[in-house]
């Protein structure tokens, strides 16, 4: 049985500050000004990397929330990092940078973090959430992880209440994506690296690299979330659609 949290009365009152708080938030500014605020005195950190998906799972909103300038290429990196860490996330995770296996924590330190906090919704009749909370003041334990699970309704639900992202005004791409761009489009969705889309599709990281390049010139976008983000202004990612991959081969991806 996980051990009870009592929570001090200072911890209390932080949770209810940001829980009534949290009920008028309706706009991207009240949501900005609200998790970097009183979410910010029950969990303090550095960054707040929010992902909403629609029904079936297709990505719908990415967030990068943070109150201070980020290293120069530290926002795509984080970007890349929460669509790999939120893929499956549904109970509270720790991460330690120095204690993660394989290779992500070394993506996480050169990212500019040593810690992730994360917990999503799971998937929902009208969609899911995933809140990933980078470089925690404290070194992240069960108790910071239960305060998330305490606040994830209330984020889930103020995020669902922000309008939804705007139809770019500058219209259509100057040409349509090849077959092969939307292929790598659908595996970046999934939250493949140069490395794996190459190795999925029989080609160097270097080809992937270049063909990420054209995609963004070709949408008028400068890195992988930005592209997602035009795809789904566009419709590129509507689940009919699939983006080039089929479920099935998703899955004997992942």
Request: hydrophobic residues 45%; charged residues 20%; contains cysteine.
């Amino acid at each position: 049985m996980d051990p009870v949290v009592i929570l001090s009365r200072q911890e209390q009152e932080y949770l209810l500050c940001a829980i009534e708080s949290g009920l008028r938030v309706a706009s991207p500014h009240q949501f900005f000004l609200w998790t970097q605020g009183q979410v910010q005195a029950l969990l303090p950190h550095q960054v707040l990397v929010c992902l909403q998906s629609g029904h079936g799972g297709a990505l719908t909103r990415l967030e990068c929330l943070h109150g201070t300038v980020l290293a120069p290429g530290a926002r795509q990196a984080l970007m890349d990092l929460a669509l790999r860490i939120a893929r499956g996330a549904r109970l509270p995770v720790v991460i330690d940078a120095h204690e993660a296996p394989d290779s992500l924590g070394d993506e996480i330190l050169r990212a500019g973090f040593d810690n992730v906090l994360v917990h999503g919704t799971g998937p929902t009749s009208a969609g899911g959430s995933v809140f990933l909370l980078f470089g925690l003041a404290l070194r992240p334990t069960a108790r910071h992880a239960y305060f998330l699970e305490l606040l994830l309704p209330h984020l889930h639900l103020a995020l669902g209440r922000l309008p939804a992202a705007r139809t770019s005004v500058d219209g259509a791409p100057a040409r349509a994506l090849s077959a092969r761009e939307t292929e790598i489009i659908g595996w970046l969705r999934a939250g493949k690296s140069n490395d794996e889309m190459g190795r999925l599709l029989g080609i160097s990281a270097l080809t992937v690299k270049n063909h990420l390049q054209r995609i963004y010139r070709t949408l008028g976008v400068n890195n992988r979330a930005h592209a997602l983000a035009r795809c789904m202004d566009l419709r590129l990612l509507e689940d009919d659609q699939d983006c080039g991959v089929s479920a099935a081969a998703r899955r004997m991806a992942s």
